[in-house]
């Protein structure tokens, strides 16, 4: 048995020894390796903080003391640590979540896997823990240097220095990024401090001295570490920063040393009012396929070969991000006012071309979608038409500002959602279901959702072309499908897919879910009920010529992947009525709830959005109701499918 499987819990941590501490950092580092090269997931951010996360549960009491990850893809370690060890199924159906999740485990406080929020968070329970007569529980934040660039942060900071009367600890993870490298003046401040070499080599000096005497010699060397480290501290400025704000700041820590750790965070923990802890720490550590990586040092990773770090299979097809990098970029060449703008996501949302090509027309804000969306508004209102590149999911979090910054000014900046609709294993906070529903409510905004790679190329250059309103395009996560060539295509622009003169069921097929839509038009087709598939490509505002051929129909279909109050469909209802048009529209989404983490063929099949499901449903509406005849239909069912008479 390894020394891991013998730790239950946290408390099995406390009889260690220094030895067996380092070799427990080891079969971690191991476990994590052989378990995620099988199933994918968030590897280099785990490998970093391997001795923090041991650190931290030897010094604080878990789950009597909360401890709160900020984003939490870097919680597997604190996962193996209260007895989950069992990755065989991590991030699929049924398996372990790749986030911290309270149904999981009591050791687990904060579920939302978005950056910037885990000091809010420490700050509202420390609070709550004072207020009531809990004083003596501590709540313990971990925070990515990364996550230091969303100002969600600094509002926290701000009230936390504002009230010294309760246990917080914040332990600042510095390893120099969030997905990519971390930018901005914050990043540059912070990096001063790891690089600096009068701070390095000092530190590591006197340690290595004090070391050499033995136990005598490292209580020595800690009886005068607060001295040491208030020389050091002349190396640099960080301690005046956080000074400043009145929380007592102790660091840098070499987030690797065990000891060291320990030492730090006892010595908050000490200290009885809030206090940060700044560790210096290696993504990807000890995994030298890892540390190679340029690109993300694997922060998150399909499965590998555990050796050599190579995909074991390689996606096939061109992916979504590919066909807007290339596309945006050719869009860029010809027109100089096109920039890009992204939120730490700079090769995950396909801007990296355009960076490689025009270095100073794309700009990486940092976890700050906010200010990205208002900052666009004023690049816009300058003669910019920028094109702000984000995750649908993480587009929930600048509502306000496309409402009021954006919208409100008419200003011509296009949103491109990544990873739009489900995405499968990481999670409710993850999936890109709610941007339909929120965005259009957003006056005068236009959106597209392109089926395949053409229309993406078609509707971003009209995207781009619209420079007195806000646009946005989203696309799915994954592999570009083959491209649907239309049947034709209206004079406003929707794409007529299929078509049966029985005007039986119009269904509107929203962007990726084109493909699902034909399939379900050839099972009703089967049953005798005559299909006619359209995709708007411009879903909001609805065009005028999906009311026209509504009115045509029996029933109206929207299938979507948003979620479906407040859709697309809903939408389409809305200006039917308005238009006088009495034709029924059933809506089919996701349902409005958190969806779990599991394959998206697996959560489809959940939410009964799975050809088959539409079709059974459908088919029951038409045979089973009394929906109003088109012209030219037949309402002689009996017990047999309806059979359209043909013209």
């Known amino acids: 048995m390894t020394l891991l499987e013998t730790i239950r819990g946290p408390r099995d941590l406390d009889a260690l020894s220094k030895e067996q501490l380092s070799q427990l950092a080891e079969e971690v580092r191991d476990f994590l390796v052989a378990n995620v090269a099988k199933t994918g997931g968030h590897l280099g951010p785990n490998l970093g903080v391997v001795e923090l996360t041991i650190a931290m549960h030897r010094v604080f009491d878990s789950p009597r003391d909360a401890i709160v990850f900020d984003t939490g893809h870097q919680a597997y370690v604190h996962k193996l640590l209260t007895g989950r060890q069992d990755f065989s199924t991590l991030r699929q159906t049924g398996g372990l979540a790749g986030y911290p999740q309270r149904g999981e485990s009591e050791h687990d406080i904060v579920e939302s896997s978005h950056a910037s929020s885990s ?29 230091l660039t969303g100002g969600m942060t600094w509002e926290a900071l701000n009230n936390i220095s504002d009230d010294n009367d309760r246990r917080l600890i914040i332990i600042v993870n510095d390893n120099g990024r969030s997905y990519a490298p971390t930018i901005g003046g914050m990043a540059r401040f912070l990096n001063t401090v790891r690089t600096r070499r009068g701070y390095k080599s000092l530190y590591l000096t006197s340690r290595a001295a004090f070391d050499k005497l033995g136990g005598p010699g490292r209580a020595m060397y800690r009886g005068i570490r607060g001295g040491v480290h208030g020389f050091l501290s002349r190396f640099s400025n960080n301690e005046a920063l956080y000074s400043n704000l009145d929380i007592k700041y102790i660091g840098p820590v070499q987030g690797h040393d065990i000891d060291a750790l320990t030492e ?13 802890v700044h560790a210096i720490t290696e993504k990807g550590r000890g995994y030298e396929p890892a540390r190679r990586d340029d690109a993300d040092q694997f922060h998150s990773v399909n499965p590998i070969d555990p050796e050599t770090g190579v995909p074991i299979q390689r996606a096939s097809g061109v992916m979504w991000p590919a066909v807007f990098a290339d596309e945006i970029l050719r869009l860029a060449e010809k027109d100089h006012r096109l920039v890009g703008i992204t939120a730490a996501m700079l090769r995950p949302v396909g801007l990296h071309r355009f960076a490689e090509r025009f270095p100073t027309r794309v700009i990486d804000v940092g976890i700050a979608e906010q200010h990205a969306a208002t900052s666009a508004a004023g690049m816009a209102f300058g003669g910019l038409h920028p094109v702000v590149a984000l995750y649908a999911t993480f587009m929930n979090r600048a509502f306000d500002q496309v409402l009021m910054d954006v919208g409100l000014h008419k200003a011509g900046v296009t949103f491109v959602l990544a990873s739009a609709g489900v995405t499968g294993p990481d999670g409710p906070s993850h999936h890109g279901i709610w941007d339909l529903a929120t965005l259009q409510v957003v006056p005068g905004i236009r959106i597209a959702a392109p089926r395949d790679g053409e229309r993406l190329r078609e509707e971003l250059a009209e995207a781009v072309a619209v420079q007195d309103a806000p646009t ?33 069921v119009l269904i509107v097929a929203v962007g990726a879910m084109a493909s699902t839509a034909l399939d379900v038009a050839r099972r009703l087709g089967a049953q005798g009920i005559g299909c006619t598939v359209v995709d708007p490509r411009w879903v909001v505002p609805v065009p005028k010529s999906v009311i026209t051929m509504s009115a045509d129909h029996r029933l109206v279909v929207c299938i979507e992947d948003g979620i479906r109050v407040g859709g697309i469909g809903t939408r389409i209802r809305q200006d039917l009525r308005e238009a006088g048009v009495d034709t029924a529209v059933t809506e089919v989404g996701l349902p409005d709830e958190y969806l779990e983490h599991g394959s998206r063929a697996d959560i489809m099949e959940r939410s009964g959005m799975t050809p088959q499901h539409i079709a059974h449903d459908v088919m029951g509406m038409v045979l089973g109701s009394k929906l109003p005849y088109a012209r030219g239909v037949s309402n002689d069912t009996g017990s047999q499918p309806v059979i359209a008479s043909r013209d």
């Open 472 to 504: 946005v395009v989203r696309y799915p996560k994954g592999a570009v499908p083959d491209p649907i060539v239309a049947l034709r295509r209206s004079a406003d622009g929707v794409d007529v897919l299929a078509e049966d003169p029985a005007h039986d």
């Open 264 to 276: 730090a965070l006892e010595q908050a923990k000490a200290y009885d009012a809030p206090v940060i």
């Open 119 to 147: 000091l809010s968070w420490a700050d509202g329970i420390s609070r709550a823990f004072t207020m009531t007569g809990q004083r003596d529980r501590f709540v313990i934040a971990v925070v990515g240097d990364g996550a």
